[in-house]
């Protein structure tokens, strides 16, 4: 039998790679992640946030990722018909990107050059042969999605659900075409996103401008960061209750460089305690001064060309020049007309594009827009109700502020990759908006009496209009199914703060819209991962982590169970490669158990009846084990991920491993009795439901040992949840007698420690005085406190023990003989010369910490670094003055 099971046994230092073939090549073959769609179990549905279609895995995604796999693997074990729906995003502007790029290695300077159909078809091609890279790293993460109903936001079935949504939307009044500002990519020649927008401090400059007033020898002086766009000013703004220039509301200045009159109007925006109080106003090219144009009826004359240099609009010499050009020339005519008053150094922030890192100029052009107001009331109320609720609560403020504060959606985008928007412009300028070019001929026939010439919009969606219907699209909508009926809505949503406003509130916003319910129940906004510093990732501090290193470095377990580990409810998490060595030493002390629990031949025999166990400490490991699991449970399902993780941390490695498995390790090596078939079932027992608890957080090696090492079943990934009632399992409440025990034996220990009593000196403890019940705790247990404490005798005394020092176990005094075993007089000295060394480091620190100098100067990090250090002195300075005091 045991030749039998040294034959089974496997290495478990296989390496990481073989591990995670494994385990992914056992869930493959038993379809773990499929949901079961024909089923009658309770469903748990999570829409994954789909990833950019030419994204690289991330340490954002490798947390977001993770998160969601312990959510969907602990219900799976749960017993729910889970359905993790994944897929990817077309990003418009990220794959156009990508394939311009290849084309102008090619060559190719510009995809007009091929045209819109052909360049498609090599973004086809291009996402056939590379857009897999995300998901098979998602795969290599753990991700249980169900990978059969994989989606792309561009596939036939969602195009034809954009489709529907924008012709129901239009014909409901709620999408129409408008003149407005938007963010403008001048060098990729297209509306963004607010999202896809980054803010940078940049240095530059007030120009202090004298604009003359009309009909009189005085100026009213303007302050700007952005003086081209004085070109297009359209009146000046004052506040209405500014005593300077009271007088001169409605009056003219006339508009130097352009010598055209503009009027200088009252209003609320010009704030008097800034700059001169006066404000230029250019509708067209800043979105303060195009509210500022609306409120007044003023004109907005646009002085831009779409790729950035200043149109038909300005005076000649202006025209064809960028607006950075234009700046430069602009200030010049003005200080030689006289009229450049001052020049005040500044630093503000100047909005960047993303991809293309050039500068986002606010820009006046037609696009299509989403009443997106109208649409926002009923998420509004959702969330107010409680039918969708934010965790932490506090993102819900975040949320209402955006809501209440939005403004009409833009969701055309100026380029040729993504949903094209379905509609045709007649000889008229009349806009037919229908699914498809056969029906808008259809209501063109009908408007004119005869076919007419129409031409498609050459436009395409905001990636964020698909991605908004994710929730139902990927579904089948508009198609009624199975699917639909049961997965929607949705019961939680796992993102990060940042896309709040652009993808969770549309997805309401939609979902409420066409589908009458919210889509998900619950929100759970996991925070940002910083470096080890605090500090936010970015390439140009060099600070960026890349998961696939870290995977290959240390296990994809070992960064899972980190990131699950730090995943503190509302507070970003600093990652340290220290932590990641931290949790991989865990799971190599979950291998060294499992080596040892085979060693010992510790197998569970089902016939064993764990109703029957005697041993205290079997009661308690096992009382032990469903508290744990029953804990673990209630922080998954309340999304305490770090608590979940914390939780199941302490007991394998200090309840089980530490104690557990130390107090019993006599009993595996002997004869086989009763009791050493009650330690050795009950041993390989715990550890299979501890390989069960830990499964959401660290599957790969879970699995392997599960399914694998130990034969315990078929599949870890879709076994039951640990249960004490569907276990057949008496929970013993009363497990005082192996706690005592530990408290014992940690007080030794703790003494041995602060004395630098030797390892190996064997030690006698005395006592006056004892509790029946704690006679019976030391008589029961002799061989484990001897073993463990190193002690040599426990004996009554009815006096005071001479050279010792002093233990407190619960209401029960020991003594311990120092006699011997120790220089008491050289140990005091040690201890005191210790004590005025940590006294005097913690006054060197709160000196450091009184200091305002060093306060005003030094980074937050170090301030925190040095409140850290001291608190850990003042634990060492307690544990020092305890150690003293036993010794007086």
């Given amino acids: 039998?045991?030749?039998?099971?040294?034959?089974?046994?496997?290495?478990?230092?296989?390496?990481?790679?073989?591990?995670?073939?494994?385990?992914?090549?056992?869930?493959?073959?038993?379809?773990?992640?499929?949901?079961?769609?024909?089923?009658?179990?309770?469903?748990?549905?999570?829409?994954?946030?789909?990833?950019?279609?030419?994204?690289?895995?991330?340490?954002?995604?490798?947390?977001?990722?993770?998160?969601?796999?312990?959510?969907?693997?602990?219900?799976?074990?749960?017993?729910?018909?889970?359905?993790?729906?994944?897929?990817?995003?077309?990003?418009?502007?990220a794959t156009q990107m990508v394939v311009e790029k290849q084309l102008l290695e090619e060559g190719i300077t510009s995809r007009t050059k091929l045209g819109r159909e052909e360049f498609l078809n090599r973004v086809w091609e291009w996402k056939e042969k590379s857009g897999g890279t995300i998901i098979n790293q998602l795969k290599r993460l753990g991700a249980s999605a169900d990978w059969t109903r994989e989606r792309f936001t561009l596939d036939e079935g969602l195009s034809e659900a954009v489709i529907e949504v924008f012709v129901s939307l239009y014909k409901d009044g709620l999408i129409y075409r408008d003149k407005r500002l938007v963010n403008w990519d001048i060098k990729l020649e297209t509306a963004v996103s607010d999202l896809e927008v980054i803010q940078k401090e940049k240095k530059g400059y007030y120009w202090h401008f004298k604009y003359p007033i009309v009909n009189s020898t005085k100026h009213i002086i303007v302050a700007t960061t952005r003086p081209e766009t004085m070109l297009g000013d359209t009146c000046v703004a004052v506040h209405p209750d500014d005593s300077r220039y009271k007088n001169l509301i409605g009056k003219k200045v006339l508009l130097p460089l352009v010598n055209r009159e503009i009027d200088i109007i009252a209003d609320e925006y010009a704030d008097p305690s800034k700059g001169t109080g006066a404000v230029k106003i250019t509708p067209a090219h800043d979105f303060n001064d195009f509210q500022v144009g609306k409120r007044h009826n003023m004109a907005s004359i646009n002085i831009m060309n779409n790729d950035g240099t200043l149109n038909k609009n300005t005076p000649k010499k202006y025209q064809g020049l960028s607006m950075l050009d234009a700046r430069e020339l602009v200030i010049k005519d003005m200080d030689l007309l006289g009229l450049l008053e001052s020049i005040e150094e500044t630093v503000h922030a100047v909005p960047y594009g993303?991809?293309?890192?050039?500068?986002?100029?606010?820009?006046?052009?037609?696009?299509w827009f989403v009443d997106a107001k109208k649409l926002s009331l009923p998420a509004i109320?959702?969330?107010?109700?409680?039918?969708?609720?934010?965790?932490?609560?506090?993102?819900?403020?975040?949320?209402?502020?955006?809501?209440?504060?939005?403004?009409?959606?833009?969701?055309?985008?100026?380029l040729w990759w993504g949903h094209r928007i379905p509609a045709w412009h007649g000889p008229d300028g009349h806009i037919f908006v229908e699914k498809n070019e056969e029906l808008a001929k259809k209501a063109a026939l009908k408007k004119y009496g005869k076919n007419e010439q129409l031409v498609r919009d050459p436009d395409v969606l905001d990636t964020w209009f698909s991605s908004g219907l994710w929730p139902f699209s990927t579904l089948g909508w508009p198609h009624k199914n199975r699917a639909l009926d049961k997965y929607y809505p949705g019961d939680v949503l796992i993102t990060g703060f940042d896309i709040i406003f652009f993808w969770v509130a549309r997805m309401m916003m939609m979902g409420l819209h066409f589908m009458k319910e919210t889509p998900f129940k619950e929100v759970y906004v996991h925070a940002l991962v910083r470096d080890s510093k605090g500090n936010k990732m970015s390439k140009s501090k060099g600070n960026v982590v890349d998961p696939l290193i870290l995977m290959d470095k240390y296990g994809t377990d070992s960064i899972r169970f980190t990131l699950t580990a730090l995943a503190t409810q509302g507070r970003d998490i600093k990652l340290a490669e220290d932590r990641i060595v931290g949790y991989r030493n865990f799971i190599t002390k979950i291998s060294n158990a499992s080596r040892f629990i085979e060693i010992n031949e510790c197998f569970y025999d089902k016939n064993f009846n764990m109703k029957s166990i005697n041993l205290p400490v079997c009661k308690w490991i096992v009382s032990l084990l469903y508290e744990t699991a029953d804990n673990v449970s209630k922080d998954i399902e309340?999304?305490?991920?770090?608590?979940?993780?914390n939780k199941i941390y302490q007991f394998v490695w200090h309840s089980f491993c530490d104690w557990y498995l130390e107090i019993v390790k006599p009993n595996l090596s002997k004869h086989e009795n009763n009791i050493n078939k009650e330690i050795k079932n009950v041993t390989s027992f715990v550890f299979g439901k501890i390989l069960a608890i830990l499964h959401p957080i660290i599957p790969f090696n879970t699995e392997y040992l599960f399914s694998n090492i130990h034969k315990f079943g078929d599949v870890l990934a879709i076994s039951n949840w640990p249960d004490s009632q569907k276990d057949d399992v008496i929970i013993h409440k009363d497990n005082q007698e192996i706690e005592w025990i530990i408290n014992f034996i940690s007080e030794?220990?703790?003494?041995?420690?602060?004395?630098?009593?030797?390892?190996?000196?064997?030690?006698?403890i005395y006592f006056k005085s004892l509790d029946e019940s704690y006679h019976k705790f030391i008589s029961s247990n002799k061989d484990v406190l001897y073993r463990i404490s190193k002690i040599e005798n426990i004996i009554y005394s009815d006096k005071e023990i001479d050279n010792s020092a002093q233990i407190l176990v619960d209401d029960a005094t020991f003594q311990v003989a120092l006699k011997g075993i120790i220089n008491i007089e050289e140990e005091l000295n040690r201890l005191s010369r210790d004590l005025t060394k940590i006294k005097n480091d913690i006054s060197f620190i709160e000196n450091k910490l009184s200091n305002e100098k060093f306060m005003s100067r030094a980074p937050k990090e170090v301030i925190e670094e040095q409140n850290n250090r001291k608190e850990i002195l003042k634990n060492r300075l307690s544990r020092v003055e305890s150690a003293i005091n036993k010794l007086k």
């Fill in 748 to 764: 030794v220990r703790s003494l041995r420690a602060m004395l630098n009593i030797p390892a190996k000196a064997l030690i006698n």
């Fill in 381 to 414: 109320e959702a969330v107010k109700s409680g039918k969708t609720k934010f965790v932490p609560k506090s993102w819900e403020n975040t949320f209402f502020d955006w809501m209440y504060n939005i403004e009409p959606w833009c969701i055309s985008r100026q």
């Fill in 1 to 93: 039998m045991v030749a039998d099971k040294n034959k089974q046994n496997k290495d478990v230092n296989t390496s990481n790679k073989s591990i995670e073939n494994y385990s992914n090549n056992i869930w493959q073959k038993n379809n773990i992640s499929d949901a079961k769609i024909d089923c009658e179990d309770k469903s748990l549905v999570i829409m994954m946030p789909p990833p950019n279609v030419t994204g690289s895995l991330h340490i954002g995604h490798a947390l977001n990722m993770t998160l969601q796999d312990v959510i969907v693997r602990y219900w799976r074990m749960k017993g729910k018909d889970v359905l993790w729906q994944p897929g990817t995003d077309h990003a418009g502007i």
């Fill in 354 to 367: 993303d991809r293309s890192e050039t500068i986002i100029e606010p820009y006046l052009t037609d696009q």
């Fill in 638 to 645: 309340a999304y305490r991920f770090n608590e979940a993780a």
